[in-house]
């Protein structure tokens, strides 16, 4: 197994809450391309997971992260490697200028009920089972 996890990319997510809904992109490149995923991406070389989180949510969202908050990890094996996730809930300051950009063909905020219907990673169904919860 040790072999597996040297071998995985760090990969990290973002949840962002405004009220009762939760900040969603679509997916424009693989591997989840299509479907949709709490602003994320891989992290770079020299770069905390916390720094990565907070710079891939300003690169997919315009948004800027004012805290992060460890909230789940995941091993992931899918089409293009083996991926380490970590998952953050993200404080922003101001919700009001979110936009798509960078790998996020589009986004959208969702309520939880709204989710059961959009193509999404296994990960992020269980994130979401997770947050029905709390």
Not at 98 to 104: K, L, P, R, T
Request: aromatic content about 8%; hydrophobic content about 40%.
């Amino acid at each position: 197994m040790q072999d597996n996890v040297r071998s995985s990319q760090q990969v990290v997510s973002a949840i962002v809450r405004d009220g009762d809904s939760y900040l969603l992109v679509k997916r424009m490149n693989p591997p989840s391309k299509g479907m949709y995923a709490f602003p994320g991406g891989r992290v770079e070389v020299g770069e905390s997971l916390m720094q990565a989180v907070l710079r891939e949510l300003l690169e997919e969202t315009g948004l800027v992260g004012i805290d992060a908050q460890f909230y789940a990890e995941y091993d992931l094996t899918r089409e293009g490697g083996s991926f380490a996730l970590t998952v953050f809930k993200v404080s922003v300051s101001d919700v009001s200028g979110a936009y798509a950009q960078d790998d996020a063909e589009e986004l959208g905020w969702y309520k939880l009920p709204d989710t059961a219907s959009l193509e999404m990673p296994p990960s992020m169904i269980d994130c979401f089972a997770k947050l029905a919860k709390d």
